[in-house]
């Protein structure tokens, strides 16, 4: 067995890389997630990392994807307009890849309908592995992943690329840019016009139920999930939610003509 080295900045999960692979704790979603992984690579998609059952500590077992990730404060290599395409390609390749996956069994949130494809369910940059040229080349950590509609993972994906924040914060943009940057996303991915007009309305919902779901976690006594209340992230995202709902009509992104 490699010597193995703790890999930083999920904030849940203890994981360790390990030789050529990455060991993370299962949960109960795990089969339905490498039942989806497995699919992606019979379809060819090479955009997720390949799972390898789980190991005698009953961790799951993955390949590790070369390349770097990025956490906030966003780095400026992250917020260029070719890495917010290139990832909202990244993600039309991968919910056209899980056409054909089952959703029945257990995911890690409950389906969302209508359910189009299988959601990643946190699509961010500190769950985007990206190549020397800042290319984005895969997605990893998919134990949110659930059945749902495109726009709900494009929805969070862009708040989180855009970034859709409170211009205020640290890295926060003035509303006109996000607006600018939510068409390209948009037009990059390839959204129909009912999406479109769907998205920050979608973006504000997903936040909710974020919000939603951390306090419930942390109540339930999640020490990670407690933490993260206690910093405030809740908080957080809330004001993103109101910054959402006030500018809303300035950040819907119509069809180019």
Do not use: K
């Amino acid at each position: 067995m490699p010597e193995e080295e703790v890999l930083t900045g999920g904030g849940v999960n203890h994981v360790v890389r390990a030789g050529d692979t990455v060991r993370r704790p299962s949960g109960p979603w795990t089969p339905s997630v490498h039942a989806l992984l497995r699919h992606l690579a019979a379809r060819g998609f090479t955009g997720a990392p390949r799972s390898h059952g789980t190991d005698e500590q009953g961790r799951e077992v993955l390949d590790f994807v070369p390349g770097r990730t990025a956490d906030y404060p966003l780095p400026g290599w992250v917020r260029t307009d070719e890495v917010l395409a290139g990832v909202a390609r990244l993600l039309r390749g991968y919910h056209d890849a899980t056409a054909g996956v089952p959703r029945e069994g257990v995911w890690y949130f409950p389906p969302v309908e209508p359910a189009e494809v299988i959601c990643h369910g946190d699509v961010a940059p500190y769950n985007c592995v990206f190549g020397d040229d800042g290319e984005p080349v895969a997605f990893i950590d998919f134990d949110t992943a659930h059945p749902g509609p495109r726009v709900w993972d494009a929805a969070y994906a862009a708040y989180r690329f855009v970034p859709l924040h409170h211009p205020g914060d640290g890295d926060g943009i003035p509303v006109a840019e996000q607006a600018r940057r939510l068409r390209l996303f948009a037009d990059a991915y390839g959204l129909g016009e009912d999406d479109r007009q769907a998205l920050v309305e979608t973006a504000i919902r997903r936040l909710e139920h974020l919000v939603a779901f951390m306090r419930e976690r942390a109540a339930a006594g999640d020490a990670a999930f407690a933490g993260h209340v206690a910093r405030g992230d809740d908080r957080f995202y809330e004001r993103n939610i109101e910054h959402l709902r006030t500018y809303e009509s300035a950040l819907i992104c119509r069809s180019p003509q």
